[in-house]
């Protein structure tokens, strides 16, 4: 830990601050996947069964960028406590829903706090640790994501059982609280003097309207005969005019909510496409692997949720002992390319599972590819964090988790078009088992030649070695403030 702050506030402080208000986003997550069937039911919303997800999903990608970027100007403690308050209040407004469409559009409002909370505190902890120790704070920070992912599941069902579905959404409250409070009485608040406070309008306006005419477009996409192709095709049009333009007025803008000239660092565009895919990889694991052991060997919801327990265990276990080893040895290249061989063969032994395959072999298939993508967690963060100065890692360590929501937002509807359209051309006929075999198989392909490409593509990352003192080269730049 820097020094100027190791006296003042200790570490299992920070972390425990920093984690908790984590835990609250990471959860939100996992907690409604089970929530949902009783929402749909009580509001009489089956036709929007998706949308507060991807309402959730699409203003949290927005606001890791934009909110990324505030606090540089305002301080990262300031927007991490505006997003908890954020967070807490739309809580309280989803659990109060009278009706899906409010539902979808206090979710959009929930998903501003949660893509604060997602971001910032890896970037806190980016700031606060010098470099040879962030990456195992990273790997303790991104174990949460484990933790939640375990219990969410199964949170949401004892809640939803015993207390009914709006208290999926009060139970963030008194969580909230704990993390406002960790927050604001142990962790500092940094300032970086040399920032402009303008705030780019231009720049979250053309960004906002061209991630969301995107995010729909392939969101219509995966849905293609419920809504028209000209529909899809307008929105794209207008996703591409308004990132070309977004471009040009960034080029030109004071204080660009993106600073482009990020884009001309090869780490920093190695490791965005690298978050990309790896994003895109987990996903097709957690999505089509409970749909095979239901849909497939006929396991109901509960069974299939232990079934992932191991996959995730393993997630979090790997992304600790990841941050672990890259502390101890300051390098993180030969790590990417293992965490790539091990995604390689983890997805190729789930694209050979067929009807008959025994369980103990699902979990180890499903375990395999957990390892693999707890790797990925932090390698990434650390790699642009010991690239860019002090100043820059708020935008550069928000952009890495921006990248990741980009993979799951472009092939979550992917692999639902490859899944319609696997079913749609079998020839098997009415063997309903074997045309799900085929059609899950046929995402784990797409899926390989995914992690196949991430694998050539870390042959190219460079690696800066983490050194203790290269750290502290940037403090001037850095002011801190206990104050909010």
């Not at 004892?158 to 604001?184: E, M």
């Not at 600073?259 to 990889?281: G, Q, T, W, Y």
């Not at 319609?420 to 045309?435: D, Y």
Request: charged content about 10%; proline content about 3%.
């Amino acid at each position: 830990m820097n020094n100027n702050y190791a006296e003042k506030y200790q570490i299992n402080r920070i972390m425990a601050g920093l984690m908790v208000g984590l835990l609250i986003a990471a959860f939100d997550y996992s907690i409604m996947s089970t929530a949902m069937p009783n929402i749909i039911n009580s509001l009489n919303g089956i036709e929007f069964y998706v949308w507060p997800f991807s309402a959730y999903m699409l203003t949290s990608t927005i606001s890791i960028i934009i909110f990324g970027k505030m606090s540089d100007i305002y301080g990262r403690k300031s927007i991490l406590v505006a997003g908890i308050i954020i967070f807490i209040i739309t809580s309280i407004m989803c659990g109060f829903s009278e009706n899906m469409i409010k539902l979808i559009i206090f979710r959009g409002l929930q998903g501003i706090g949660g893509g604060i909370l997602i971001s910032l505190p890896f970037v806190m902890v980016g700031e606060i640790f010098s470099q040879n120790e962030r990456a195992k704070y990273m790997g303790i920070l991104g174990s949460v994501f484990g933790i939640a992912d375990v219990l969410g599941p199964i949170l949401g069902g004892v809640v939803t059982d015993t207390l009914g579905w709006r208290y999926v959404f009060f139970i963030n409250v008194p969580l909230g609280i704990i993390a406002l409070i960790l927050i604001y009485n142990s962790i500092p608040n940094f300032i970086h003097d040399h920032v402009k406070k303008v705030i780019d309008y231009r720049g979250i306006i053309l960004f906002t309207l061209g991630l969301s005419s995107m995010f729909l477009g392939l969101t219509f996409t995966g849905q293609v005969t419920k809504h028209p192709p000209a529909l899809i095709v307008g929105l794209m049009l207008m996703s591409i005019l308004m990132f070309i333009t977004f471009v040009l007025v960034e080029n030109n803008a004071d204080e660009p909510i993106i600073p482009l000239h990020l884009f001309k660092n090869s780490i920093f565009n190695v490791s965005s496409i690298e978050s990309f895919l790896a994003s895109a990889i987990m996903f097709s694991g957690i999505i089509y692997i409970p749909l095979f052991t239901q849909g497939v060997l006929g396991m109901n919801a509960v069974n299939s949720g232990f079934i992932m327990i191991p996959m995730l265990l393993s997630l979090t276990v790997s992304s600790v002992v990841t941050g672990q080893i890259i502390s101890k040895t300051g390098k993180y290249k030969s790590l990417v390319i293992i965490e790539f061989l091990i995604t390689i063969l983890g997805v190729a032994l789930l694209a050979s599972m067929d009807e008959y395959i025994p369980y103990y072999m699902l979990i180890l298939y499903s375990t395999i590819l957990g390892i693999g993508s707890g790797m990925a967690y932090n390698i990434f963060n650390v790699a642009v964090q010991n690239t860019f100065s002090i100043a820059e890692i708020g935008i550069v360590t928000a952009s890495m988790r921006f990248f990741r929501n980009i993979g799951t937002i472009v092939f979550v509807p992917v692999f639902g078009f490859i899944m319609n359209f696997s079913l749609n051309a079998s020839t098997i006929g009415s063997n309903t088992t074997q045309t799900l075999i085929v059609a899950i198989q046929n995402i784990f392909y797409l899926t390989l030649i995914l992690a196949l490409l991430g694998l050539i593509i870390s042959l190219f990352l460079k690696e800066t070695h983490l050194c203790e003192s290269s750290s502290d080269k940037t403090d001037d730049d850095l002011k801190y403030d206990k104050t909010i």
